[in-house]
């Protein structure tokens, strides 16, 4: 559905909307549980999951995606599993093996780096290290933007100085911020790769980092690009590979990530395990990898679980006023 085509309301679409907080395994990304919304649309369940802190603008975008999984099919699947990455919060090194078991199978792990910039490094280097020693997987690390150019420049030789870093490093992602450091930083850094990621899924032009040679990768996710159409577009317009990520969202919004990555013709293994760092979650059987892999399709909140994990009335009518406001803002440029 079109955002022209959107009825007045939320309701009319929706049958079913539901706010829930869910408890997570370990801090990421600054938090330990993530309150999202679920809903129930004609062509079946869709998230809704903006972060807290974002803004209308921002997340009327997330909306998009929301609006075409509950009132479309997702494109038909090139294959019918998906292989994914391990996601390491920056954790302690000592906590890397407990975290690395929630994910067997996985061949390759992400790691996130520069919490406190470069003030960060010497942790990083030592869950980096952690993380070649105890998994034979291929790594890469995220960095979120937290580098200046000369920072990143600095961070990323430690790394190559850890043993079986260079051989086995498939890219760091978002180094710095801004597209123009990127470019800077891809120039002075050789044998690493860099991945774009904030400077794709919130830019006003994502088609900037191919352009200017920012990247020789992406990362793709489908909330914060308008959907699965709209990200596969971006992946073809960038001429990039890609990587599919989630934004920690339930097995709902994970699926939607899948279709996603069952669409493209080229496979990496995906950031879409993170329901491993989710202590509950709205489906009865969450979208956890078996043996490094997720399968496409579908999935079905229980009412049981969607009661259990009910957000406070307070924060769900919170997230019911973001949803209108988002709606309206759709609605609002529907000319565009
Ligand atoms: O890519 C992964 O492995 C997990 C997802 C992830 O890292 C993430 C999750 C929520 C918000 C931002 C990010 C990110 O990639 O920066
Ligand atoms: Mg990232």
Redesign the pocket.
């Known amino acids: 559905m079109d955002a022209r085509d959107l009825p007045l309301e939320p309701g009319e679409l929706f049958s079913e909307m539901h706010v829930v907080t869910l408890p997570m395994v370990t801090r990421?990304?600054g938090i330990t549980e993530r309150e999202l919304m679920v809903v129930k649309g004609p062509a079946g369940w869709a998230e809704f999951s903006p972060?807290v802190e974002y803004r209308v603008d921002e997340a009327s975008q997330w909306l998009r995606a929301t609006v075409e999984a509950a009132t479309t099919e997702f494109p038909t699947p090139v294959r019918d599993t998906v292989r994914?990455?391990?996601?390491v919060p920056a954790c302690p090194a000592h906590e890397v093996g407990g975290i690395l078991g929630r994910f067997p199978g996985a061949e390759v792990v992400?790691v996130?780096i520069a919490a406190r910039g470069l003030d960060s490094v010497e942790e990083d280097v030592e869950r980096v290290s952690a993380v070649l020693r105890l998994s034979s997987a291929r790594i890469?690390l995220?960095a979120?933007g937290a580098y200046s150019v000369s920072e990143a420049v600095n961070a990323i030789r430690r790394f190559t100085h850890v043993p079986g870093f260079v051989e086995r490093v498939e890219y760091i992602?978002?180094p710095c911020a801004r597209v123009e450091d990127l470019v800077a930083v891809r120039e002075q850094v050789e044998g690493v790769r860099i991945a774009a990621?904030?400077s794709i899924r919130k830019a006003q032009d994502p088609l900037r980092v191919a352009r200017l040679g920012a990247a020789d990768h992406i990362?793709a996710?489908v909330q914060p690009l308008g959907g699965v159409r709209a990200a596969i577009r971006v992946v073809e317009q960038c001429g990039l590979p890609a990587?599919v990520?989630?934004?920690?969202e339930s097995s709902v919004g994970l699926s939607a990530g899948v279709a996603l990555a069952a669409s493209l013709e080229d496979e990496s293994a995906?950031?879409?395990?993170?329901a491993a760092l989710l202590s509950a979650d709205v489906v009865t059987n969450p979208l956890r990898a078996r043996e490094g892999v997720l399968p496409v399709g579908r999935v079905e909140p229980s009412q049981l679980l969607l009661e259990k994990h009910r957000a406070q009335p307070a924060r769900t009518e919170w997230w019911v006023r973001r949803l209108r406001a988002c709606w309206a803002r759709l609605r609002e440029r529907r000319e565009d």
């Open positions: 990421f990304r972060f994914i990455n391990a996601t992400k996130k890469r995220d979120n992602e978002q990621d904030e990362v996710k990587t990520s989630s934004a920690l995906a950031g879409l395990g993170t």
